[in-house]
């Protein structure tokens, strides 16, 4: 075991506060990894503030994992000691039913185990990023590629692959009309990866306010949702839509953007269900999906892509006595467009 510095939250109420941790020795499988730098989620916020449901405290988030590997298990194939690495969202899963068996881990039957808030193999509870190591199975580690700076590498590990696997699987590409819900952390991915994968790029946020950024992250168009007009002029417009947001949102309004056979995806989940209207569906084939962060293998894809494609988030950088304030900036939406985590500083 070994004792490291992290930041922790004991309560839905009290600020984060620094404490120590243990960590695994590691297994023959396991790479123990030096965090140098973590992302803040809007996930982190829901989680230590109960609102989905009652975590296991004292709770160290943190699921925006990038590093550099300090130790490797005697079996670890993958990685060597001062290899660039990143942990997301998850830390394990069952290996063997049909979703981890077609690399759809974030699937897993059995429940994947994730990053923090989450029971280990082991039985203790998983504790996150905002710490100065963590010890993984290879597996679920990936290789940040060195044309990556570990900073900007990090919020790829959760806000990345959560644009990145939709815009896959729903095959955006040249030619798809594709409209962006909400520019925050998750949307400016969405509007970078988007544009790089050859999209048309429409950004849907509540006012024009961030339209100049916008269009510089790679979107041909900006439209105000405040504004009714908009949804009488973009009738019909879009293949997919990504909704990033996790308010309720008046879905029909939104359905009747798709063109027929187009489909919506929600990525931000609300607390609160929200009303389907049947015949936004009916009336041109259109879908309604969902889809939660990505695969393992696909989180290498992913930060492949964006090595190759020059593709990094907007980022602030922090050091971690902020974290607390950082948190009320990500609920007043101030933030352009992802905290980052300074762990040397911790
Ligand atoms: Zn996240
Ligand atoms: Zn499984």
Request: glycine share 10%; charged share 20%.
């Amino acid at each position: 075991m070994s004792t490291v510095s992290a930041y922790a939250a004991t309560s839905a109420t009290e600020p984060l506060t620094k404490t120590t941790i243990e960590r695994r020795e590691p297994g023959r499988r396991d790479v123990a990894i030096d965090i140098k730098f973590a992302g803040i989620c809007h996930s982190d916020i829901h989680t230590v503030k109960a609102e989905w449901g009652q975590p296991n405290y004292p709770i160290v988030p943190g699921h925006e994992i990038a590093g550099v590997v300090s130790a490797v298990g005697s079996e670890v194939t993958k990685y060597s000691v001062g290899d660039h690495v990143g942990v997301g969202c998850m830390v394990n899963s069952c290996g063997q039913c049909s979703s981890c068996t077609a690399g759809l881990e974030q699937y897993c039957k059995r429940g994947a185990t994730f990053t923090y808030n989450s029971t280990d193999k082991d039985g203790t509870p998983t504790q996150g990023g905002y710490s100065q190591a963590i010890v993984v199975n290879e597996n679920f580690v990936v290789r940040i590629p060195d044309s990556l700076p570990l900073d900007k590498a990090a919020p790829l590990l959760c806000a990345g692959i959560t644009l990145f696997s939709p815009l896959r699987h729903w095959k955006a590409g040249e030619g798809t009309r594709l409209a962006i819900i909400g520019l925050g952390g998750l949307g400016h991915m969405g509007v970078k990866l988007g544009a790089a994968m050859g999209a048309e790029v429409s950004v849907l946020s509540q006012s024009l306010k961030k339209m100049e950024d916008g269009l510089r992250l790679g979107a041909s168009n900006y439209y105000a949702t405040s504004d009714p007009a908009t949804f009488k002029k973009l009738r019909g417009s879009f293949d997919l839509i990504l909704n990033t947001v996790s308010a309720n949102l008046q879905l029909g309004d939104y359905l009747n953007l798709l063109d027929v056979d187009g489909t919506m995806v929600e990525l931000g989940i609300p607390e609160h269900p929200m009303p389907v209207p049947a015949f936004a569906l009916a009336l041109a084939r259109r879908s309604l999906s969902g889809s939660n962060i990505g695969g393992i293998a696909e989180t290498q894809e992913m930060l492949d892509f964006c090595a190759a494609r020059d593709v990094t988030p907007e980022i602030e950088l922090i050091e971690p006595d902020y974290i607390n304030e950082a948190y009320e900036r990500v609920l007043a939406s101030d933030v352009r467009y992802r905290f980052v985590i300074d762990i040397s500083k911790l």
